[in-house]
């Protein structure tokens, strides 16, 4: 049996492995490449899922002869890059709109007897959803700079109050034909599209209709649970 000095004065045995081509290299960046895309698409797809099963289960799996009150928007349009204030002139948060729905009602600052209405009901519909009703934000963005009225201010406490301009919301809202923007009520997804418009007029006689609607959206949709700021 050799001793430990002979070990110590043997050469060392070197064995040289032949290095991959360099097309087997890049073959294996492709691979790692497509397989992180497929994992972020995942990722998006698992986020997405609430939203996109809510629209199957409200729109598809439905009960024969059950008809939604209010117009599916298709394609269903993003919420676009805006400028955006407060009532105030300071800055708007958008990430305060992030991951709610949204009922939106279009109207000048001054706010005449139909804008008053609107706000009304958007307050109340979103009152009737009870346990639902932090899931959706009601929403006035006003397309001109002139002042809100002081006496409105207080009812206005729970709502999201955005200016914008008014070209860019024409390019994003649409009403239905023979109608002005100012004339609907229109749902925003979580993901912030634009779904649906509901008919004018917004009365005591389609505002139950509206909250079935809204109602509906709200049960096929719990797995998105996520609340707004």
């Keep these: 049996m050799p001793s430990e000095s002979n070990f110590d004065d043997q050469p060392l045995g070197l064995t040289v492995h032949s290095l991959p081509p360099l097309a087997a290299l890049a073959d294996d960046a492709s691979a790692r490449t497509r397989t992180g895309r497929w994992k972020m698409l995942l990722v998006l797809l698992i986020c997405a899922a609430p939203v996109v099963a809510s629209y199957t289960a409200y729109y598809l799996v439905r009960p ?3 008809r939604n009150y209010g117009a599916l928007i298709e394609p269903q349009r993003p919420l676009p890059e805006m400028a955006g204030s407060s009532i105030d002139g300071q800055p708007f948060d958008w990430a305060s709109l992030k ?9 000048n600052a001054a706010c005449d007897a139909a804008c008053s ?3 009304y009901y958007q307050r109340q519909l979103r009152e009737s959803l009870g346990k639902d009703k932090d899931r959706l934000e009601w929403v006035w963005m006003i397309p001109d700079a002139a002042p809100v009225p002081e006496a409105l201010r207080p009812a206005l406490r729970s709502a999201k109050v955005v ?3 008014a070209d860019a919301l024409a390019r994003w809202l649409e009403p239905e034909t023979g109608h002005a923007l100012a004339d609907h009520l229109y749902v925003v997804d979580p993901l912030g599209h634009w779904m649906m418009r509901f008919p004018s ?3 005591q006689t389609t505002a139950p209709k509206i909250k079935s609607d809204l109602e509906r959206l709200m049960r096929a949709s719990e797995g998105w ?3 707004g700021s």
């Design 201 to 203: 007029p917004v009365d």
């Design 99 to 107: 991951d709610q729905w949204l009922l939106i009602s279009v109207a």
């Design 163 to 165: 200016r914008v301009p």
């Design 64 to 66: 024969e002869g059950r």
């Design 117 to 119: 209405q609107h706000l």
């Design 225 to 227: 649970h996520k609340v």
